[in-house]
């Protein structure tokens, strides 16, 4: 494979635009945005806690659950999506058999039991999700234990009863004690064995840390603070290392076994406003990352222990207190060491009290505002049933971003490796369509891409299908429909790094 080396940041600095030449870019007549970016990241959340997204309900049948699945997926896929961030923890439960926490209720309809003939949910989804050539991101909620006060409904096998002196009712819910260091072990484990079990693409924690504050309530954990907090250690203080820790070993633990499984986190949106740090955003948030959920994303990635970051910018272009448009612009010169890619709230389009959710276009303006900004280098959906309920607003986006597939981003600090290109087995004619086998052998995953070549000197390549390759897989097959333009295939391993386009004849 050749000489290893690590990969530089990928993110130019960023140039402080004036805000009438920002409006030009991305309102005006549209020619100086990225409109061609040659890698993107085009997520959806797909959410199960309370079966918000899928499955839509713990007590359908597997058949019914596979195919509300696979209907989701095919949806995605036609709209050239590249990423799925399924949650499978939502609560101290599990979407895979596990010793560490039971079944999902969410999943199986009882919790603690499994789902009968559904003998491996998450390997089947992981599969299914690669044979569309799309990345399947495991996201995991950490620190909530339980979604509701009904402890009844929990099983025996939850850390609920395991460790009740890790938990602390808060609110309407109970959660894991951050400051208890065997706690972070124990999350730590959770993660780790899910990617040693499988061939997940990334790894994904969500916006709860310590839970958003409840008026008239008290986070009970002073007396883990009084035995675990360091001499003149602040509360708050104390709160951002424990899950600064957490953060850090899981992003080790996962580069100590499978390197190029990637570690994203989806912060909430507004890390401080302005009026309390001048280092903050122009925003007015009621509550902030920093300082109300402890979570300090600034620390994680000048530490380089995340791959990507997902802020929660769940709000309109224009939005008042918290501006979609300000912050994409505060996270863009604040992200280092790190691919930033959008959080975009989908799930209040039509519904929301904010009327510019009512508007067709404010899905769009967010994307080309993505698209104008370079460090900027992709958008995730929540949640995953929103914009198949928007038929309208889906069309649009494909047809003016997502007409057609696209890679993702490399790994910013990833190893550049000489990646061999594929070989070519067999071709074949069948029925207006042309069968290719290709080989590749490889100690890391890697995806096969196939490109239609374009222009007098086929000097452009346009992607038209995508094959998932697990590590030391050696062979594929696929088919693409009949066409007259010439062909090629290229590797690109888990990293991002890519081999030479291989150009393919066609068979006579």
């Known amino acids: 494979m ?58 359908d049948d597997v058949k019914k659950q596979k195919e509300d699945f696979l209907q989701l997926l095919k949806f995605y896929d036609e709209l050239n999506f590249n990423a799925l961030i399924v949650q499978i923890r939502t609560a101290g439960d599990a979407f895979y058999a596990s010793d560490m926490a039971p079944w999902s209720r969410f999943l199986t309809g009882k919790e603690g039991s499994p789902k009968d003939n559904f003998e491996n949910p998450l390997q089947w989804m992981v599969d299914q999700t690669h044979q569309r050539g799309m990345q399947f991101h495991a996201w995991f909620n950490p620190y909530r234990a339980t979604f509701d006060l009904d402890t009844t409904l929990l099983a025996k096998t939850h850390d609920f009863y395991r460790h009740p002196d890790w938990m602390i009712k808060y609110g309407k819910k109970y959660y894991y004690n951050p400051g208890i260091p065997a706690v972070g072990k124990h999350l730590t484990k959770v993660v780790e064995e899910v990617v040693m079990n499988y061939a997940i693409d990334g790894v994904h924690f969500d916006d709860y840390f310590y839970p958003y504050k409840v008026a008239g309530e008290t986070f009970k954990d002073s007396l883990a603070f009084a035995q675990f907090g360091l001499p003149g250690q602040s509360l708050e203080d104390w709160r951002r290392s424990n899950i600064d820790s957490l953060v850090k070993n899981v992003y080790q633990t996962i580069k100590t076994h499978k390197p190029w499984v990637q570690f994203g986190i989806s912060p909430f949106g507004v890390w401080k406003n302005k009026a309390t740090d001048p280092q903050g955003s122009d925003t007015k948030a009621g509550q902030t990352t920093y300082e109300d959920l402890y979570a300090d994303p600034l620390l994680w990635m000048e530490k380089g222990w995340l791959d990507y970051i997902v802020p929660q910018a769940y709000w309109s272009m224009e939005y008042p207190a ?82 057609a597939p696209i890679t993702v981003p490399p ?74 333009r010439k062909i090629a295939a290229k590797v690109t391993d888990a990293y991002g790094n890519e081999s030479k386009l291989k150009p393919i004849e066609k068979p006579h």
């Open 2 to 59: 050749g000489s290893v080396k690590r990969r530089h940041t990928i993110h130019k600095p960023f140039k402080k635009l004036s805000w009438v030449l920002l409006s030009v870019m991305v309102f005006g007549c549209g020619t100086l945005q990225k409109n061609n970016p040659t890698t993107e990241f085009r997520g959806v959340w797909v959410a199960t806690v309370v079966n918000i997204d899928w499955p839509k309900n713990g007590m």
């Open 322 to 403: 918290a501006s979609h448009k300000k912050i994409t612009q505060w996270w863009a010169g604040k992200t280092a060491n790190t691919n930033l890619f959008m959080g975009n709230g989908a799930y209040k389009v039509r519904n929301n009290s904010d009327r510019a959710w009512f508007k067709r276009k404010e899905l769009a303006r967010q994307l080309s505002l993505a698209r104008s900004i370079p460090q900027v280098r992709g958008n995730v959906f929540f949640s995953a049933k929103s914009l198949p309920q928007h038929q309208d607003i889906a069309k649009r986006i494909r047809r003016h971003f997502y007409k």
């Open 411 to 484: 790994t910013p600090n990833g190893p550049y490796r000489d990646i061999e290109e594929p070989g070519v087995i067999s071709k074949n004619n069948s029925n207006g369509a042309l069968e290719i086998c290709l080989s590749h052998y490889d100690s890391v995953p890697r995806y096969v891409s196939i490109y239609r070549l374009k222009g007098k000197n086929r000097q452009w390549a346009k992607l038209i299908k995508k094959v998932y390759l697990p590590s030391n897989g050696s062979k594929s097959c696929l088919n693409i429909k009949e066409t007259k």
